[in-house]
């Protein structure tokens, strides 16, 4: 296959072509649906697939890479060829996606001369040395070795950003001296600002946007009057953050017609085609004026929901899409089969604070320090220290927190705090009382001047304005849970674990619903299905059928602020999102 981009026109094969594509991530969606996914792409007319590249998820530590499950973005590529579908790759460095960091790697921070987005050494060096790794996996299929990979994107959206022109340059020139020879592109807003900070020469220039098709192609139209004309977000819903008032929703033949709009006038790329899941703790978060963290549902209300259904906007779309093709679409897959298998009683508990030694080994600290600084990313921190005389009243205060904290007299939850409410917490103790400080990261902000933020405790900790020296730091990654000490007896804490054990004859999708929980995460057979918090606006987690075992499957649930009533859970056949 040949691909390349003369004046205003993709031409294929030597011929015009019009690309009409949507957006799969595949380090949101499990392998095993890989497929389910691409044949409902081909059925609503789709010839291609867009994908970001997941640096923090490749390279979880230095030097140290994964290309396996579902980070192995070759097979992802190579079974969309299979299925008949061009591929588009945007592997960043950086590339928002509503992600922890934006898709940065933590650990990035923890270089004290580390500037990000920018011409910044210690940045080059790192971001380059992955670049060549990543595309030892992706270079062999661009299709001019015979692949599917027909562009690929720097950066992302960097006229919202910043305006190094070298740093753009930079990146160019060094997918270039990689071998990338398909044509290159970067997307941005929509104004004439984002085009002329965000665009460089040598790369053709898409914008970002879901609505309003002629306005918002105005400054395009302007500077670069016979250049290609595509939409590489076509955004068809949004993205929600716990505490929203519900889920963001798109109508749908609203929708569809944007979409006839912007084929009229060139190709486009849908935003999302399927969402899929924040697994884990890898959702990210908006900071502008207040911290907006992500929920770890990423449905979106695409094209097809979390788990991969057919909606009513695909079918729409799918109804414009049949105009613009000279061949009669495939026929739709069937939805996959959902299960729900009733009610689990979660009949042993573990203390968080009985296991800290079984979850991680403490480090000492005059003063607290963020999280980064003690060699992890994700999780929690928790901060302990002996207090060396009575307190009456005293007021507990942070310079600067990142997210949440819990603050314990021994073990009696006296306060919280949270980075948009007070920082400050009152309280009494006595000498020799246990001050515990439990810290949450929510997401590191994926987007704008705040990303660098760090976590945990990342200022000072005062007690009455004067500084407290002294603490005990338990890192909790949370990844590894096997070692907790369980009992039948539930300990009268509010920061505790909570097993069950439940039976499955065939495995299935399904959802989980913590009817009695607040706030916390949960694995399932040692695979964490993301964080829940009954604020909403989502209120089940999405259960994928390849985590689930026939026969017994083992279910933890960590609750951070204590359950009000029954611990049980259910497991449904439908999602609740809001």
């Not at 997918?175 to 970067?186: E, H, M, N, Q, S």
């Not at 549902?297 to 991969?308: I, K």
């Not at 600084?373 to 205060?397: I, P």
Request: glycine share 8%.
């Amino acid at each position: 296959m040949t691909f390349e981009v003369r004046g205003k026109d993709f031409y294929k094969d030597g011929k015009p072509t019009k690309i009409i594509s949507g957006a799969v991530h595949y380090f949101r969606n499990m392998p095993d649906t890989w497929v389910d996914i691409f044949k409902k792409m081909k059925a609503m007319g789709l010839n291609c697939v867009e994908t970001y590249c997941a640096w923090n998820m490749h390279e979880k530590q230095p030097g140290e890479y994964d290309f396996t499950g579902n980070l192995d973005i070759a097979e992802f590529i190579r079974t969309a060829q299979k299925e008949g579908l061009m591929a588009i790759v945007r592997p960043g460095p950086y590339i928002c996606a509503e992600w922890e960091f934006g898709g940065l790697p933590w650990w990035i921070q923890c270089d004290d001369e580390m500037e990000i987005r920018c011409s910044n050494k210690a940045y080059i060096e790192k971001f380059d040395r992955y670049l060549d790794r990543l595309f030892e996996e992706i270079k062999p299929l661009l299709c001019t070795n015979g692949g599917n990979i027909i562009m690929m994107q720097l950066e992302n959206e960097y006229g919202y950003y910043g305006d190094d022109r070298e740093y753009l340059t930079y990146l160019r020139d060094g997918y270039i001296k990689r071998g990338i020879d398909v044509p290159l592109f970067t997307s941005d807003g929509t104004s004439m600002d984002n085009l002329l900070d965000g665009s460089v020469e040598g790369c053709f220039s898409t914008l970002n946007f879901g609505s309003r098709v002629e306005e918002n192609f105005k400054a395009h139209d302007e500077l670069c009057p016979d250049a290609p004309k595509m939409c590489m977000e076509m955004w068809n819903g949004w993205f929600d953050a716990w505490g929203d008032d519900k889920h963001h929703t798109t109508d749908a033949d609203v929708y569809a017609g944007v979409v006839d709009d912007m084929l009229k006038k060139g190709s486009v790329n849908m935003y999302m085609f399927i969402g899929g899941t924040n697994f884990g703790f890898t959702s990210g978060a908006n900071h502008y004026e207040t911290f907006a963290p992500d929920v770890t549902s990423y449905d979106y209300d695409a094209l097809l929901t979390e788990c991969g259904d057919v909606t009513e906007k695909y079918m729409k779309v799918r109804e414009v899409i049949s105009r613009y093709v000279d061949y009669e679409l495939p026929e739709v897959p069937a939805n996959r089969e959902k299960k729900a298998y009733g009610k689990v009683k979660l009949t042993e508990t573990a203390s968080l604070f009985d296991n800290l030694d079984n979850l991680s080994a403490p480090v000492y600290s005059d003063v607290p320090k963020c999280m980064e600084k003690y060699g992890y990313g994700y999780g929690f921190t928790c901060y302990r220290t002996t207090l060396n005389r009575d307190y009456n009243d005293v007021k507990l205060s942070f310079e600067s927190l990142g997210d949440r904290a819990q603050i314990y007299i021994n073990r009696d939850l006296v306060g919280i705090c949270y980075i948009n409410d007070s920082l400050e917490v009152q309280f009494s103790a006595k000498k020799g009382d246990e001050l515990t400080i439990l810290t949450e990261n929510m997401g590191r902000a994926n987007f704008g001047a705040k990303m660098m933020r760090k976590k945990g405790i990342a200022g000072r900790c005062l007690l009455d304005k004067k500084i407290h020296f002294g603490w005990k730091v338990y890192p909790l990654p949370m990844d590894n849970l096997q070692k907790l000490s369980y009992t039948a007896e539930k300990p009268d804490e509010k920061s505790l674990f909570y097993k069950g054990r439940f039976t499955v004859e065939k495995a299935n999708d399904t959802f989980l619903k913590l009817q009695s929980f607040t706030k916390g995460f949960v694995t399932i057979n040692s695979f964490n299905i993301g964080r829940y918090w009954e604020i909403g606006p989502q209120q089940t987690l999405y259960v994928p059928a390849s985590i689930l075992r026939e026969g017994e499957n083992e279910i933890v649930v960590f609750e951070s602020d204590g359950i009000k009533g029954e611990a049980e859970i259910e497991f449904c056949d439908k999602p609740v999102l809001g």
